[in-house]
Nanobody, 128 residues
Framework: QVQLAESGGGSVQAGGSLNLACSVS????????MAWFRRVPGKAPEGVAG???????TYADAVKGRFTISRDNARNTLLLQMDHLRPDDTARYYC??????????????????????WGQGTQVTVSS
């Protein structure tokens, strides 16, 4: 059973930064696609950033230039550096991983239905 565990959420003022981390309990044979999603009650979930099996990245328009996704293979951890945070970034952030090492293109990377494993999420709150 693969388990994902997010950490690093918290409360910050607008303009501040947070670093999220997602530890993965299992080492896959080869890279899998991974992504960060966020959910706000009453709104549709949103794909924030994804990284494919080759290391390519894609971002939602709302976070481009502010968020950076990366993978630390040595620690089997997915990272999300969030800078210049805004109040509308407030959400619960989840990491997700695919079971397969099949490459996903940029359109698929931010689709929830492509992912098999999910963490419990970490809350990010940005105040104005």
């Amino acid at each position: 059973q693969v388990q994902l565990a997010e950490s690093g959420g918290g409360s910050v003022q607008a303009g501040g930064s947070l670093n999220l981390a997602c530890s993965v309990s299992k080492y896959f044979e080869g890279n899998v696609n991974m992504a960060w999603f966020r959910r706000v009650p009453g709104k549709a979930p949103e794909g924030v950033a994804g990284i494919d099996t080759l290391g390519g990245t894609t971002y939602a328009d709302a976070v481009k230039g502010r968020f950076t996704i990366s993978r630390d293979n040595a620690r089997n951890t997915l990272l999300l550096q969030m800078d210049h945070l805004r109040p509308d970034d407030t959400a619960r952030y989840y990491c997700a991983a695919t079971h397969s090492t099949r490459w996903l293109d940029w359109r698929q990377l931010l689709l929830e239905n492509q992912y098999n494993y999910w963490g419990q999420g970490t809350q990010v709150t940005v105040s104005s």
